[in-house]
């Protein structure tokens, strides 16, 4: 069956890095665009960076812009958010999301908490 398994999620002091991975399987990984959202306790999920199926095409939000960088290893079936100069506001539950637009599928998994604080 389909799975998405995020991990690296924690508690790490502002200014701090944490990097974040989400194992895919049970579909075929390299077809699929890969995002990373964020929800904070009450506020809407936000879409915080996006890889193409290739990973030739990256993009972040302008809230994490060089602070974040999103990656992706298709041998390994693996994304990835790098997260730099962690901030306080950067808190909350991080998703990785598996996108075919073409086939109109999309994938969840159950998510990693970040947590920053001092």
């Known amino acids: 069956q389909v799975q998405l398994v995020e991990s690296g999620g924690g508690l790490v002091q502002p200014g701090g890095s944490l990097r974040l991975s989400c194992a895919a399987s049970?579909?075929?990984?390299?077809?699929?665009?890969m995002n990373w959202y964020r929800q904070a306790p009450g506020k809407e999920r936000e879409l915080v960076a996006v890889?193409?199926?290739?990973?030739?095409?990256?993009n972040v939000a302008d809230s994490v812009k060089g602070r974040f960088t999103i990656s992706r290893d298709n041998a390994k079936n693996t994304v990835y958010l790098q997260m730099n100069s962690l901030k306080p506001e950067d808190t909350a539950v991080y998703h990785c999301?598996?996108?075919?637009?073409?086939?109109?599928?999309?994938?969840w998994g159950q998510g990693t908490k970040v947590t920053v604080s001092s």
């Open positions: 999301n598996a996108r075919n637009r073409e086939l109109g599928i999309s994938y």
């Open positions: 049970g579909f075929t990984f390299r077809s699929y665009a």
């Open positions: 890889i193409t199926s290739a990973g030739g095409i990256t």
